[in-house]
């Protein structure tokens, strides 16, 4: 079974509009952490935000927001008030453990923000 | 910037070769990762090196070894290439639950 699963290839938002990109995860494990990471087309990973398993609310970074439902295993990121500049690959990633060493990651989404 | 640096940013090779690709990570952080990015894929982890020593590795040969150094250098050697390793390699060195990754080196190998 995929570790991580993003099931949206593309996505298309308005400028300013508010935007979900989905994941759902499957792990035994009941210490992970989630995370999701920006990858414009120059090929760096940029982290965006984190959400651990043990994690009572949900993880916020500016315009970025994580909404994190454990039993349904999900873990979608909410970009609110899209820019331009957001349009880019986004992945989705667990670490299993509180010191797991490898990350998995999905097969991400490509959003595309239009003005 | 996530202080972590990558070299060369691209390189061909042909099949049969060797390649050794770098990086460079930030003082204090005592892990390296490296990963591969197929095209149109997310990244696939290869291993991970910490205090200089192998810890962990994922679904690839021996012919994919590593080094880190203490001055929190590493490298990636691969040998023997085949066309499917053709990918972007990204290297990310972090603390705990932080990885922060290099922008990567894209490999062709013809």
């Known amino acids: 079974a995929q570790k991580i699963t993003q099931t949206q290839p593309g996505m298309f938002v308005q400028e300013k509009e508010a935007v979900t990109l989905d994941c759902t995860y499957d792990?035994?494990?009941?210490?992970?952490?989630l995370f999701w990471y920006k990858q414009p087309s120059s090929g760096e990973m940029i982290f965006l935000i984190y959400?651990?398993?043990?994690?009572?609310q949900n993880a916020t970074e500016g315009r970025y927001s994580l909404n994190f439902q454990k039993a349904r295993k999900s873990a979608n990121l909410v970009i609110s008030a899209s820019q331009l500049g957001d349009s880019a690959m986004y992945f989705c990633?667990?670490?299993?453990?509180?010191?797991?060493?490898?990350?998995?990651f999905g097969t991400g989404t490509s959003l595309t923000v239009i003005p | 910037e996530t202080g972590v640096t990558q070299s060369p940013t691209h390189l061909i090779k042909t099949r049969g070769q060797q390649v050794t690709l770098r990086c460079s990570s930030q003082?204090?952080?005592?892990?390296v990762s490296w990963y591969q990015q197929a095209l149109g894929q997310g990244p696939q982890f290869i291993f991970q090196?910490?205090?200089?020593?192998?810890?962990g590795r994922g679904n690839f040969p021996p012919r994919f070894s590593g080094l880190q150094f203490p001055n929190y250098s590493s490298e990636l050697n691969v040998n023997a290439l085949e066309l499917d390793d053709s990918a972007l390699y990204l290297c990310?060195?972090?603390?705990?639950?932080?990885?922060?990754f290099g922008p990567g080196t894209r490999l062709t190998v013809l």
């Open positions: 959400q651990g398993s043990y994690d009572q």
């Open positions: 990633a667990m670490r299993e453990g509180r010191t797991g060493n490898q990350f998995y």
């Open positions: 792990t035994s494990d009941p210490s992970y952490g």
């Open positions: 090196y910490y205090r200089e020593e192998e810890n």
């Open positions: 003082s204090g952080h005592n892990t």
């Open positions: 990310a060195s972090g603390i705990y639950n932080e990885q922060f």
